[in-house]
C-alpha cells in the first residue's frame, strides 16, 4: 500500500469525505464536456500565418473581435493597410452568392497575391474567385472539389523499391532501368539495350533507385537483399459496408527482425565496367539514406546508420576506382538521436559540410572538411542547437533555432539565431521571455515574430533582420474574453530533479471553479518518448489531455523528466535501454514540490493517463512505481518494447534486442501491479500492435490482478474517442474521488 506521507490518516477521510460532496458533480461534468465550446473562439488578435511576397511585403489574417480581418504590410514604410475593402468584397460577394454575407463573416481560405496584376485570388465556400483590386471586380472561376484521402498509404509499408520507372541520363541519350533483377540502358536514339551487371536475383536484386552522376558518364545502382516479412493481424469487428467482420493486415517489423541490406554499385556506362564497393565501412546496416553525386561528377556519397544507432557515417565512394572514405563518423555509447538532431548541408562551391552533433554533450553545429577533417565547431554552450533552418551559402551564414538560451527562461523556449560559417558574429533574432515562431521575408531582410507562454497570449511583431529591432507591433493577444468564463492559465512550474540540480519543467492546470481551501487530487498527462519533449509552451485556451479533466475537480498536471529531448546528452541517455525509467524518479520529486506549495493538490491522491508511448508510461507507473500512483489510464500502449515498430524501439532500446527488453516490459512485470487500472484499446490500431494491450491483459489475469478493458470497435490508435474519454473521466472521478459518476445520459440533457 502507499504510504500517507502528508497527512494524518483523520485529515485525509474529512478530505476525502469533502471531496466527495463537492466534486466529480453532475454540474462539473455538463462543464467539463462544454468547456471546449466555452473557451473556443475567446482569444483574439493572435493571427497565425503570415504571407511574405517578393517584394518583401506580406499579408496576413488577424482574428479580431469584430471577425477575420485581412492585412498588407509593408516593411518599407512600416505600415500595415487592409488587404481590400471588407465591406466592398462583402456586398460583391454577397450579390455573386445571393446570399448575405457581412464584412465581419468573410472566410476566405486559398488566398494568393499577385502584387503585380493586384489580383486576389481565394476560395469560399468551394468556389473559387479572382477579385481584381483595380476595379473592385469579382470573376467566378470554378467550384473547386475536395480532396480525396481514400487510398493513401499506410505508414509502415516497406517501400518497394524495385517497380520506380526509367531514369534517364541528365544528356538524354541513355535510359537505365532494371529488368530481370539487373542493371540495364538504353540508347535512346537506337532503342538498343546494354546490360551492365550480371549478380542480381530476386533475392538479391539491383534497385528501381538509380543516379546518374551529372556528366552522364556513371550510374550508381545498389542491389537489394530483402529484409523480414514481418505483419500485424487484426479484426474488424464492425465494418461499416458488410455484416461479417474483417481480418486486416500491416508491414510491421519489430526489434530484431532482419532489415533490407544495401549494397552500392558503381558502373561506367563508356566501358560498361561494373566496379563492385567493398561494404566493410557499412556491413551493420540499419538503412542507407541520401545517396547523390558530388556535382563534378568525381565521387557520390550517402549516409549510413548502423543497426543500433551507435554509429552515423557520411560515406563517399571515389568514381573512378570505387574506393570508399568515410567523411564524417559520429559515434555514441549510448544511441545517436538520428531521427530528430542529425543535420547535413553540403555548402555550394566548397569541401565543406555543414553538420549537427552531440558529441560535445549538447546538440550543436560544425564545419566539416569534405575530406572528413573537423574545421571548426560553430556554436558551443550548454544550450542546444533545435534546428538548422537555413544555410546562406553565399554569405556563410547558419540561420537556426535553439533552446536554453537564456538562464532566467525556461530552457525549452525556442530563439531564432545565426551565426557565421567560423562561429563568429553570432546574432540573436529573438530574446523576449516566450516560445517563439519566425518567419523571414524571402531576402531574409524582415521578419514576423510571434512569442507566448502559456500564461500570454502571443504577441506578434515586424522586425528588421539587422538589429533585431522591431519596426510595428502587428497585434497584440487578447484573452479578456476567456479570462470571463473563467479560465485559469496554466502555471509554469519548476523543482529539481533526481540528481538534485536539474531544474525539471512542467505546468499545473486548474480548473475553473478552483477553490484554494478544497483538495485537489492530481492527474498526469504522461508522454515521456525519448524523440522529443512534451510540456506546451505556446499559448492555447484549451489543452485536450487536460482542460475538461480539471474540471471535474482535479489538478492537472505535464512534466518532462529525464530521458526527453531538448536538453543535454547527459538528460536524454537517462532513457537508454531503460525505456521503463520514464522520468519517474523526476517527476514524482516535481509533484512532491508542488502539493508543498500548493497544500490543496493532494498527493496520497495520483493519477495517470497516456496514450501510444504515454499508454506505455501510465501502465509502467502502476507496474514499477505505484508507491505514489494509484490509478491509471492506458491507452494503445506498447507494454513491451518486443512488440512494437522497429525503428523506434531499436533508437532508444538498442540493438540486439537483450534482457534489458523484458526489464522493461509492463508485461513480463505485470505481477507487480498495485493499484487501479484501465486499458483502452482501438481493435484496428495499426500503429502500436493491438495484441501489446492484450498480451498485457493476459498477464494480468494470470497474476490474479483487477482491472479494466475497454476495446473501441472500428479505432484505431486513439485515446479512445469519445466513449473513451468518458470511460477514463468516469474512472478516475470513481477511484481518485470516491465518487459514483452521473449517468452520460444526463450530462447530456
Known sequence: MKAIKYKSIFTILILSCFATYSQGTLEEYKKAVNIETLFKDKVFNTPSEFNWLPNSTFWYVNNSKTGKAYFLVNPEKKEQTPLFDHAKLAKILSEKTNEKIEENDLSLSNLKLDTEKKVLSFSYENT????????????????????????????????????????????SLWMAFIKNYNLYIKDIKTSEETQLSYDGTKGNYYASYIKWSPDSKKIMAY??????????????????????????????????????????????????????????????????????????????????????????KIIEVDAKTGKVDVLINEISKTFIDYSSKKYRHDVKGTDEIIWTSERDGWNHIYLFNKDGSLKKQVTKGHWVV?????????????YFTASGLDKDQDPYFIHYCKVGFNGKNFKRFTTENGNHKVTFSKDYKYYVDQYSRVNMPAVTLLKTAEGAKTIIELQKGDASELVKQGWNAPEPFVAKGRDGKTDIWGIIVRPTSFDPNKSYPIIEYIYAGPHDSFVPKDFHSYYWSMTSLAELGFVVVQIDGMGTSNRSKAFHDVC????????????????????????????????????????????????????????????????????????????????????????????????????????????????????????????????????????????????????????????????LMNVTPPSWSEIYK
Request: charge should be neutral; charged fraction near 25%.
Open 128 to 171: 473559387n474567385y479572382n477579385y481584381n483590386l483595380n476595379d473592385e471586380k469579382l470573376a467566378v472561376l470554378n467550384t473547386s472539389k475536395k480532396k480525396n484521402n481514400r487510398g493513401k498509404k499506410y505508414w509502415g509499408s516497406f517501400s518497394d523499391d524495385s517497380k520506380n520507372p526509367p531514369v534517364k541520363s541528365p544528356d
Open 223 to 312: 542491389k537489394v537483399k530483402p529484409g523480414e516479412d514481418h505483419k500485424i493481424y487484426f479484426v474488424e469487428s464492425s465494418p461499416k459496408d458488410q455484416l461479417q467482420p474483417k481480418l486486416q493486415s500491416r508491414d510491421y517489423r519489430k526489434p530484431g527482425d532482419e532489415v533490407p541490406f544495401k549494397s552500392p554499385q558503381l558502373f561506367i556506362v563508356e566501358t560498361k565496367t561494373h566496379i563492385n564497393i567493398p561494404t566493410t565501412e557499412f556491413n551493420s546496416q540499419f538503412d542507407l539514406y541520401n545517396i547523390d553525386w558530388r556535382d563534378d561528377s568525381s565521387a557520390f556519397t550517402f549516409e549510413y546508420n548502423q543497426r543500433g544507432h551507435q554509429a552515423y
Open 576 to 735: 537508454w535501454q531503460n525505456l521503463k525509467d520514464g522520468g519517474f524518479p523526476d517527476r514524482k520529486l516535481w509533484m512532491k514540490a508542488a502539493a508543498k506549495k500548493y497544500p490543496y493538490m493532494n498527493i496520497d491522491k495520483v493519477g495517470i493517463h497516456g496514450t501510444s508511448a504515454g499508454g506505455q508510461n501510465a501502465g509502467a507507473a502502476l507496474v514499477f512505481n505505484s508507491d505514489f500512483y494509484d490509478v491509471a489510464v492506458s491507452s494503445c500502449g506498447c507494454h513491451d518494447n518486443r512488440m512494437d515498430k522497429i525503428w523506434w524501439n531499436e533508437q532508444f532500446m538498442g540493438y540486439p534486442v537483450g534482457p534489458h527488453y523484458a526489464t522493461c516490459s509492463n508485461i513480463e512485470n505485470a505481477a507487480q501491479l498495485e493499484g487501479n487500472l484501465m486499458l483502452i484499446l482501438g481493435e484496428v490500431d495499426d500503429n502500436v500492435d493491438p495484441a501489446s494491450t492484450m498480451q498485457f491483459a493476459d498477464a494480468l489475469i494470470k497474476a490474479n490482478k483487477d482491472f479494466e478493458l475497454v476495446t473501441i470497435p472500428g479505432m484505431g490508435h486513439s485515446s479512445g474517442g469519445d466513449y473513451g474519454e468518458r470511460k477514463r473521466k468516469d474512472f478516475f472521478v470513481k477511484h
Open 386 to 398: 533545435r534546428k538548422v533552418i537555413y544555410v546562406d551559402d553565399e554569405n556563410k551564414q547558419i
